[in-house]
């Protein structure tokens, strides 16, 4: 399992009911089946990706994070999970709302743009960064709203999420010990996320 989805997985009480979102082929639920005795579903539409999850006895639907998590129900999960996946959504908002109807708790984790060495690369060269955290050449990335922590957490608080905790890593997908400057520093962040008791239920 990749490094950053054992910190995801450390977020995650035993025992709770877990959606998560771009679940790929199942490692992380399979883990927290597994290890932490936890229920839940795996979200995915790679064809070839969801037939590994369900061999290895993951549950998976093929469902558009972008148009139909709508068909859950609210607080029907303790937990729901985006790894790596709200910068590939097409409105990431209105993906946030969705998730916090959804879910008690909420675990996100990104790529940061705003990486000191992205913000070189922009300088100097003028070309879109290739790096661990954003391995795609521009044309071929299927991340199309990226975004440095400051925008996201500003993002979090427009759409009434409130960041519990924050897990910064470095460009290894290892966790930072210090988060000073963590806008500049971090190559990706992971937050658990609970609703503004004054929002209510998102969306409504």
Same mark, same amino acid.
């Given at each position: 399992?990749?490094?950053?989805?054992?910190?995801?997985?450390?977020?995650?009480?035993?025992? @709770?009911?877990?959606?998560?979102?771009?679940?790929?082929?199942?490692?992380?639920?399979?883990?927290? *089946?597994?290890?932490?005795?936890?229920?839940?579903?795996?979200?995915?539409?790679?064809?070839?990706?969801?037939?590994?999850?369900?061999?290895?006895?993951?549950?998976? =639907?093929?469902?558009? =994070?972008?148009?139909?998590?709508?068909?859950?129900?609210?607080?029907?999960?303790?937990?729901?999970?985006?790894?790596?996946?709200?910068?590939?959504?097409?409105?990431?908002?209105?993906?946030?709302?969705?998730?916090?109807? =959804?879910?008690?708790?909420?675990?996100?984790?990104?790529?940061? *743009?705003?990486?000191?060495?992205?913000?070189?690369?922009?300088?100097?060269?003028?070309?879109?960064?290739?790096?661990?955290?954003?391995?795609?050449?521009?044309?071929?990335?299927?991340?199309?709203?990226?975004?440095?922590?400051?925008?996201?957490?500003?993002? *979090?608080?427009?759409?009434?999420?409130?960041?519990?905790?924050?897990?910064?890593?470095?460009?290894?997908?290892?966790?930072?010990?210090?988060?000073?400057?963590?806008?500049?520093?971090?190559?990706?962040?992971?937050?658990?996320?609970?609703?503004?008791? @004054?929002?209510?239920?998102?969306? @409504?």
């Amino acid at each position: 399992m990749r490094p950053d989805l054992a910190l995801v997985a450390d977020l995650v009480p035993a025992g @709770s009911r877990v959606l998560d979102l771009g679940c790929g082929e199942g490692d992380l639920l399979a883990h927290l *089946f597994r290890e932490r005795s936890c229920s839940g579903t795996g979200v995915e539409i790679d064809p070839d990706a969801v037939l590994a999850a369900v061999r290895r006895g993951v549950p998976v =639907i093929e469902v558009d =994070i972008d148009e139909q998590l709508g068909e859950f129900a609210d607080a029907s999960y303790d937990v729901v999970v985006m790894s790596q996946t709200l910068q590939a959504t097409r409105r990431p908002a209105d993906v946030l709302q969705e998730i916090g109807r =959804i879910g008690e708790r909420c675990v996100v984790s990104v790529p940061n *743009f705003g990486l000191w060495r992205h913000r070189v690369g922009l300088l100097l060269r003028g070309r879109m960064p290739v790096s661990h955290e954003l391995p795609h050449p521009w044309h071929e990335t299927p991340n199309i709203h990226l975004s440095t922590l400051a925008d996201l957490e500003a993002l *979090f608080t427009s759409v009434g999420m409130r960041v519990e905790e924050r897990i910064v890593l470095d460009e290894k997908a290892t966790r930072m010990r210090r988060g000073l400057a963590a806008n500049l520093r971090a190559g990706a962040a992971i937050y658990l996320l609970t609703r503004e008791r @004054s929002h209510g239920t998102l969306g @409504s």
